[in-house]
């Protein structure tokens, strides 16, 4: 059962960190998110808990300088579809709150600064695109996975094969700022391992950063990518 804010599967399925033995992993896990949604999937779209973890949309802020008086339209998409627009004061920032960015496509927003908020004139066009790192999460949001199960091994013609070998964790992710997710958690496989995550995509800059580390007491495994 899986739903915008909580889900619960029990069966054969993927464990939230990688496994250290073969066989397939049966078990049951729960997904619990706090002021956080993730839609629900389509019929046969299988359960991925890593994707389950994730916002599918980050709200981000867009802001910028300008000379007071400027007139800044935000838009979006190839059709120029006006957002919102603002009137620079004194202060010459401008800033638009709370915009949507999606997991599955870039966000193109474009900012055109009118001088003297005159619309006739010639303005000064800003590029300002948005992914969403797969990891994280929206600012003050968390999620907290829960999962535990056993190995089952395929051995010769036996239909159900043989189930051993006791797995499980726990993890909790916690949107810290839009630009920062932190996450951490103990599981059990074979070895007790610590969970360290981070996901880090700093507005204004060209820079993704996703780590996801189990450590333990002899070995350590780690899922790294750094754009």
């Given at each position: 059962m899986q739903r915008e804010k909580t889900d619960y599967v029990i069966g054969s399925q993927s464990t939230f960190w990688p496994s250290q033995g073969e066989g397939d992993f049966w078990g049951i896990t729960s997904i619990q998110r706090f002021r956080n949604v993730t839609p629900i999937p389509p019929s046969g779209g299988g359960f991925n808990p890593s994707q389950r973890l994730e916002s599918q949309q980050i709200q981000r802020t867009i802001s910028g300088?300008?000379?007071?008086?400027?007139?800044?339209?935000?838009?979006?998409?190839?059709?120029?579809?006006?957002?919102?627009?603002?009137?620079?004061?004194?202060?010459?920032?401008?800033?638009?709150?709370?915009?949507?960015?999606?997991?599955?496509?870039?966000?193109?927003?474009?900012?055109?600064?009118?001088?003297?908020?005159?619309?006739?004139?010639?303005?000064?066009?800003?590029?300002?695109n948005y992914t969403t790192l797969p990891g994280q999460l929206n600012s003050g949001t968390s999620a907290i996975i829960i999962s535990g199960g056993v190995r089952r091994e395929l051995i010769g013609d036996d239909f159900l094969g043989e189930?051993?070998?006791?797995?499980?964790?726990?993890?909790?992710?916690?949107?810290?700022?839009?630009?920062?997710?932190?996450?951490?958690?103990?599981?059990?496989?074979?070895?007790?391992?610590?969970?360290?995550?981070?996901?880090?995509?700093?507005?204004?800059?060209?820079?993704?950063?996703?780590?996801?580390?189990?450590?333990?007491?002899?070995?350590?495994?780690?899922?790294?990518?750094?754009y």
């Open positions: 300088e300008a000379e007071p008086g400027t007139l800044v339209q935000l838009t979006r998409g190839a059709g120029e579809e006006i957002v919102a627009e603002v009137l620079v004061d004194a202060s010459g920032i401008y800033r638009f709150e709370n915009l949507p960015t999606g997991s599955l496509r870039i966000n193109n927003y474009r900012v055109f600064l009118y001088p003297n908020g005159q619309l006739s004139a010639e303005p000064e066009i800003r590029e300002v189930f051993n070998d006791l797995r499980g964790g726990i993890s909790y992710r916690l949107g810290l700022t839009e630009d920062l997710t932190v996450g951490v958690g103990l599981i059990e496989d074979e070895s007790v391992l610590g969970l360290g995550e981070i996901f880090y995509q700093p507005a204004g800059l060209p820079l993704k950063i996703g780590i996801s580390t189990l450590i333990g007491n002899t070995d350590t495994e780690s899922r790294n990518f750094i």
